[in-house]
């Protein structure tokens, strides 16, 4: 599975009508919807599609047609979401209508073609699954650990200062494998 981090945009034309679809991280879906209204208040429609996993790690998903006939623009959008592999991403496609109508075929085809090259133009980042633990240690030690959590790539996502050093770290199952056998001795992880 695979997410994107950054918002990215493509813009297509079919028979005078053109697509600009945006893919966002999930986080930013409602944001990115009510910017892109606001600069584009002649569009016509604002079809959408989005997967992200929920607290469970399940796959949930929605899209929406936006006016659009039923089935022809959120599904096909979502469709190419779901086989590209992405999770915890939204797009939004907006339509300016050309006057000459696509059919349903030709929609499909047409909103199914916009998310397709948006995604080919984004930065897709594989998607790892990553517990927290912690690490408790003495100041004197911060900036090995530090190093070390630095060589083997593992994110800390948070540093807490007190009587000694809390560190939260995102790991995946292979990285605290590692680092429990570099770990010194007297050092260990928590869930």
């Given at each position: 599975m695979y997410f994107v981090k950054e918002e990215s945009s493509h813009t297509y034309e079919e028979k005078k009508s053109k697509f600009i679809a945006?893919?966002?991280?999930?986080?930013?879906?409602?944001?990115?919807?009510?910017?892109?209204?606001?600069?584009?208040?002649?569009?016509?429609?604002?079809?959408?599609?989005?997967?992200?996993?929920?607290?469970f790690n399940q796959v949930v998903e929605n899209s929406s047609d936006d006016g659009e006939p039923r089935g022809t623009s959120g599904k096909p959008a979502l469709n190419v979401?779901?086989?590209?592999?992405?999770?915890?991403?939204?797009?939004?496609?907006?339509?300016?209508?050309?006057?000459?109508?696509?059919?349903?075929?030709g929609l499909?085809?047409?909103?199914?073609?916009?998310?397709?090259?948006?995604?080919?133009e984004s930065k897709l980042i594989k998607y790892e699954d990553k517990e927290k633990f912690s690490l408790t240690l003495d100041y004197s030690r911060l900036s090995k650990i530090e190093y070390l959590l630095n060589e083997l790539e593992i994110e800390i996502a948070n540093k807490e200062f007190v009587s000694d050093v809390t560190l939260t770290l995102l790991l995946t199952k292979e990285q605290k494998d590692e680092l429990e056998v570099q770990l010194p001795i007297d050092l260990k992880l928590n869930n």
């Amino acid at each position: 599975m695979y997410f994107v981090k950054e918002e990215s945009s493509h813009t297509y034309e079919e028979k005078k009508s053109k697509f600009i679809a945006h893919l966002a991280p999930f986080s930013e879906f409602e944001s990115l919807m009510k910017r892109l209204k606001d600069e584009h208040p002649k569009a016509r429609h604002f079809v959408y599609a989005y997967r992200h996993l929920n607290e469970f790690n399940q796959v949930v998903e929605n899209s929406s047609d936006d006016g659009e006939p039923r089935g022809t623009s959120g599904k096909p959008a979502l469709n190419v979401l779901a086989g590209n592999e992405l999770i915890n991403s939204a797009v939004i496609i907006i339509r300016y209508f050309g006057g000459i109508k696509l059919g349903t075929g030709g929609l499909v085809r047409a909103y199914s073609d916009a998310v397709n090259l948006v995604i080919n133009e984004s930065k897709l980042i594989k998607y790892e699954d990553k517990e927290k633990f912690s690490l408790t240690l003495d100041y004197s030690r911060l900036s090995k650990i530090e190093y070390l959590l630095n060589e083997l790539e593992i994110e800390i996502a948070n540093k807490e200062f007190v009587s000694d050093v809390t560190l939260t770290l995102l790991l995946t199952k292979e990285q605290k494998d590692e680092l429990e056998v570099q770990l010194p001795i007297d050092l260990k992880l928590n869930n």
